[in-house]
């Protein structure tokens, strides 16, 4: 990498660290039932981590948890072992899936180091404005989303989960 992309990316990431930091754990009511933001994100195609791409799509009219994360980001990564955890908790139920704000390479290399047993995507830093318009107008990571079966944003967390929140708030689905 040159040094211009890694000054680059290097601002980035202390950008959205100090906007989660800010932020912190804040958990926020979904924008009143627009469907919109969820239909875009459903109509996406995504590479996986082992750089297949993917129809999102493929999890219309079932109940998700989508985290928004970058290999740069702590709280991030810390609560990525507990969504593994969590999708063996809940599946076949709800299914976790990660949207990947970073690079194709750092995302499958991170997803074979720690054996993230959900589906991770790599939406690079596009996907930013796909959060954005599902609530994270901060801008921060570590960002999740609850969309129930209907389609419908059910809630959004910015910053590190709760993971005992995040069960009750699925159990309630």
């Keep these: 990498m040159n040094k ?6 290097s601002m980035v990431a202390l950008s959205f660290a100090a906007i989660g930091a800010y932020f912190g754990h804040r958990e926020t009511e979904p924008p009143a039932a627009d469907t919109s933001a969820v239909d875009k994100l459903l109509s ?18 079932k109940a998700l948890v989508v985290n928004f994360w970058a290999t740069w980001c702590a709280p991030c990564v810390e609560e990525m072992p507990e969504l593994s955890s969590l999708q063996a908790e809940v599946a076949p139920r709800i299914q976790v899936i990660g949207i990947g704000i970073d690079s194709p390479s750092n995302i499958a290399e991170y997803a074979e180091k720690y054996k993230i047993r959900y589906p991770l995507y790599v939406g690079g830093m596009e996907s930013t404005m796909l959060a954005r318009q599902l609530g994270n107008h901060a801008g921060g990571l570590p960002f999740t989303v609850v969309i129930g079966r209907n389609g419908k944003l059910q809630k959004t967390y910015l910053g590190r989960l709760k993971m005992n929140k995040l069960r009750q708030d699925l159990a309630e689905l």
């Excluded at 211009?4 to 990316?9: F, R, S």
């Excluded at 996406?44 to 009219?61: E, F, H, R, V, Y």
């Design 44 to 61: 996406q195609t995504m590479n996986d981590a082992t750089g297949k791409p993917q129809s999102l799509s493929q999890w219309k009219n």
């Design 4 to 9: 211009k992309n890694a000054l680059l990316t």
